[in-house]
C-alpha cells in the first residue's frame, strides 16, 4: 500500500500563501490520480482539489477555485497545493490521498479515494 506523508502546514495570517506537499512511496505514482480534501474542527472532510497522473487535469472546489492550484512532480513522487489569498474559514487539517479510480467524475468523491495521509494542520489567523 502507498505511504504518503503531508508537510508544509503551519499558522499564517489571512491574506497569506503556504504550499503543501505530500510525498508517496511506491512506482506508480506518475499514473495514480492524487487529490486534496481538507476538515476542520465538527465538520466533513471535503474536497479541495484533485490531479491526473500526468498533470494534465485538474479539478478544485469553487470555495478555493482562483486561490488554491494543485500541481505534481512525478520525478519527485510528490504532489504540492498553493495556497494563496487564505481566509481564516480555510483553517482545516489537509491530506493527501490517492485513487485508483480513472473516471474523472469521481475525483471530487472522498469515497473515491483508498489511502490517505496523516494531515498537516493549517491555521489561518484573522
Known amino acids: 500500500q502507498v505511504q504518503l506523508v503531508e508537510s508544509g502546514g503551519g499558522l499564517v495570517q489571512a491574506g497569506g500563501s503556504v504550499r503543501l506537499s505530500c510525498t508517496a512511496s511506491g512506482r506508480t505514482f506518475s499514473r495514480t490520480n492524487m487529490g486534496w480534501f481538507r476538515q476542520a474542527p465538527g465538520k466533513e472532510r471535503e474536497f479541495v482539489a484533485a490531479i491526473t497522473g500526468s498533470g494534465t487535469l485538474t479539478s478544485s472546489a469553487d470555495s478555493v477555485k482562483d486561490r488554491f492550484t494543485i500541481s505534481r512532480d512525478n520525478a519527485k513522487n510528490t504532489v504540492y497545493l498553493q495556497m494563496n489569498s487564505l481566509k481564516p474559514e480555510d483553517t482545516a487539517v489537509y491530506y493527501c490521498?490517492?485513487?485508483?479510480?480513472?473516471?474523472?467524475?469521481?475525483?471530487?468523491?472522498?469515497?473515491?479515494?483508498?489511502?490517505w495521509g496523516q494531515g498537516t494542520q493549517v491555521t489561518v489567523s484573522s
Open positions: 490521498a490517492t485513487t485508483s479510480t480513472q473516471i474523472l467524475g469521481r475525483l471530487t468523491y472522498r469515497d473515491a479515494y483508498d489511502s
